[in-house]
């Protein structure tokens, strides 16, 4: 009986150290347990902070990244700018010089023109004085008369004119010398020269401005020697309307005109 008891403490001590051994367990299992849970929220925590860090930093490297794209965006478009300014600028200066060019090569077109206009008597004219165009003279010519018979014949031909070429061949006279009497006529107010193109050449329409008085063309009159002057009336017996004399005169005076016309 007394056996069986200590038996029976034995076995309850043994089961109360099992007790105690299997509560300390579970107590450093609890405890385990507990620092676990713990360090894994702190882990958890941590890997939060750091994954917000992470974020925060991507998005500040983001930020700094837009930033700088924006600022090489800005500098792309003012370079773009500045490239067109300086495009626009060489486009400009490309069509001023163009247009220089352009003007240069007009000028000189022109130039050209004006010197192909040129005649021999403009070339006279910047050689010689007006004095020696105005006394200009031919050889072994009577001037005045000369003078007086081509303004006569330039005045025959009335508001029409005569190319000065023709007037020099029918005057048979050089070109030489023919430039230089239109000149002289022209000088002392007697025509008018008027530059035209003929068959592809310049020359000069010549038109009368003013006729020279000229007594040659009463030299001969019949008046001035007439007997019967004295008695002469437009309604008398002897009368300008039925005197031969004046008649004849006159025939004759047409006749010498028509002749020197046609030399």
Same mark, same amino acid.
């Given at each position: 009986?007394?056996?069986?008891?200590?038996?029976?403490?034995?076995?309850?001590?043994?089961?109360?150290?099992?007790?105690?051994?299997?509560?300390?367990?579970?107590?450093?299992?609890?405890?385990?347990?507990?620092?676990?849970?713990?360090?894994?929220?702190?882990?958890?925590?941590?890997?939060?902070?750091?994954?917000?860090?992470?974020?925060?930093?991507?998005?500040?490297?983001?930020?700094?990244?837009?930033?700088?794209?924006? *600022?090489?965006?800005?500098?792309?478009?003012?370079?773009?700018?500045?490239?067109?300014?300086?495009?626009?600028?060489?486009?400009?200066?490309?069509?001023?010089?163009?247009?220089?060019?352009?003007?240069?090569?007009?000028?000189?077109?022109?130039?050209?023109?004006?010197?192909?206009?040129?005649?021999?008597?403009?070339?006279?004219?910047?050689?010689?004085?007006?004095?020696?165009?105005?006394?200009?003279?031919?050889?072994?010519?009577?001037?005045?008369?000369?003078?007086?018979? *081509?303004?006569?014949?330039?005045?025959?031909?009335?508001?029409?004119?005569?190319?000065?070429?023709?007037?020099?061949?029918?005057?048979?006279?050089?070109?030489?010398?023919?430039?230089?009497?239109?000149?002289?006529?022209?000088?002392?107010?007697?025509?008018?020269?008027?530059?035209?193109?003929?068959?592809?050449?310049?020359?000069?329409?010549?038109?009368?401005?003013?006729?020279?008085?000229?007594?040659?063309?009463?030299?001969?009159?019949?008046?001035?020697?007439?007997? *019967?002057?004295?008695?002469?009336?437009?309604?008398?017996?002897?009368?300008?309307?039925?005197?031969?004399?004046?008649?004849?005169?006159?025939?004759?005076?047409?006749?010498?005109?028509?002749?020197?016309?046609?030399?």
């Amino acid at each position: 009986m007394v056996k069986k008891e200590i038996t029976s403490s034995a076995k309850l001590k043994k089961e109360l150290e099992e007790a105690k051994a299997e509560l300390a367990s579970r107590n450093k299992k609890l405890k385990l347990s507990v620092k676990t849970e713990a360090k894994k929220k702190v882990d958890k925590k941590k890997a939060e902070a750091k994954k917000k860090e992470e974020a925060k930093k991507k998005a500040e490297a983001k930020k700094k990244a837009d930033k700088k794209k924006a *600022v090489a965006k800005k500098k792309a478009e003012a370079k773009k700018k500045v490239d067109k300014k300086k495009a626009e600028a060489k486009k400009k200066e490309e069509a001023k010089k163009k247009a220089e060019e352009a003007k240069k090569k007009e000028e000189e077109a022109k130039k050209k023109e004006e010197e192909a206009k040129r005649t021999y008597e403009e070339e006279l004219e910047e050689q010689l004085t007006e004095d020696e165009i105005k006394n200009f003279a031919i050889d072994k010519t009577d001037m005045d008369k000369l003078v007086n018979r *081509v303004t006569e014949m330039i005045a025959s031909y009335a508001t029409n004119g005569i190319l000065q070429n023709i007037l020099w061949r029918k005057l048979k006279l050089s070109s030489r010398d023919g430039s230089r009497l239109a000149l002289k006529l022209e000088k002392l107010g007697n025509i008018t020269r008027e530059k035209i193109l003929e068959n592809g050449r310049w020359t000069y329409l010549l038109l009368i401005k003013k006729i020279p008085i000229s007594t040659i063309s009463i030299e001969n009159a019949p008046c001035l020697v007439c007997p *019967v002057e004295g008695k002469c009336s437009t309604d008398g017996e002897i009368s300008p309307k039925t005197c031969v004399y004046i008649e004849d005169w006159v025939l004759t005076e047409l006749k010498t005109k028509k002749r020197h016309e046609t030399n």
